[in-house]
């Protein structure tokens, strides 16, 4: 059985720093690419990053995350990581951790993926950021 779990998320001022961590077991971790997605109050859920297998190729689907994010993963630990700096209020949201399950499930979707593309995914982790 696959299980997804996220954390570090929490309350930041504006401007500070978060890490979130997301563990998976019950699959075989660097066989997929991972990605984060996030869903903000009234708003549908959307990709935020994704790292390939090996961490070789990194893609960050929403512009203002480019500079801010950094996705990172550690397949000897089977954990996924997304480093968020100079937090702003529309950061606000819940995050999720997936698993690519898309063909191909080790490569990420050059262009912002639909969740179908992403078959495991964790509860998420809410992450509100105050001005």
């Known amino acids: 059985q696959v299980q997804v779990v996220e954390s570090g998320g929490g309350l930041v001022q504006a401007g500070g720093s978060v890490r979130l961590s997301c563990i998976a077991s019950?699959?075989?971790?660097?066989?997929?690419?991972m990605g984060w997605f996030r869903q903000a109050p009234g708003k549908q859920r959307e990709a935020v990053s994704c790292?390939?297998?090996?961490?070789?190729?990194?893609?960050y689907y929403v512009a203002s995350a480019k500079d801010r994010f950094v996705i990172s993963r550690d397949n000897d630990k089977n954990t996924l990581y997304l480093q968020m700096k100079d937090l702003k209020p529309e950061d606000t949201a819940m995050y999720y951790c997936?698993?690519?399950?898309?063909?191909?499930?080790?490569?990420?979707?050059?262009?912002?993926?639909?969740?179908?593309?992403?078959?495991?995914w964790g509860q998420g982790t809410q992450v509100t950021v105050s001005s």
């Open positions: 019950g699959l075989t971790f660097d066989d997929h690419a």
């Open positions: 997936a698993a690519r399950t898309g063909n191909p499930e080790h490569q990420c979707p050059s262009t912002s993926p639909s969740e179908s593309a992403f078959g495991y």
């Open positions: 790292i390939s297998w090996g961490g070789y190729n990194t893609y």
